[in-house]
Nanobody
Framework: QVQLVESGGGSVQAGGSLRLSCAVSGVTYNSKWMGWFRQAPGKEREGIASIYTINSSTYYADSLKGRFTISQDNAKNTVYLQMNSLIPEDTAMYYC???????????????????WGQGTQVTVSA
């Protein structure tokens, strides 16, 4: 049974940083694609970053590149999202997701991921 458990969310002032973690269990971690997504109230879920676990290649949404960094620790079966220079517009529920099959299309599209965590809330105050 595949499980993804996010942690590290919370409330922070603008300009601050947070690091989210996603612990993966029930599957061989080195299983291709892991992604971070977020969804604000009333908005669609959007892709933030993705990592190809086999060779650590990373991909980012253009609007977030430079502030957010995705990384992984294979020994801990964990993927991270380091978020710096946070702004109120970053307030959202943040999700990690896994694709265990061949990924066709955008690596930042939610429809290409078949396992999801429960999410962790990030709130950025002005």
């Amino acid at each position: 049974q595949v499980q993804l458990v996010e942690s590290g969310g919370g409330s922070v002032q603008a300009g601050g940083s947070l690091r989210l973690s996603c612990a993966v269990s029930g599957v061989t971690y080195n299983s291709k694609w892991m992604g971070w997504f977020r969804q604000a109230p009333g908005k669609e879920r959007e892709g933030i970053a993705s990592i190809y676990t086999i060779n650590s290649s990373t991909y980012y949404a253009d609007s977030l590149k430079g502030r957010f960094t995705i990384s992984q620790d294979n020994a801990k079966n964990t993927v991270y999202l380091q978020m710096n220079s946070l702004i109120p517009e970053d307030t959202a529920m943040y999700y990690c997701a896994a694709n265990l099959d061949a990924l066709i299309g955008s690596v930042l599209s939610p429809i290409n991921y078949n396992y999801w965590g429960q999410g962790t809330q990030v709130t950025v105050s002005a």
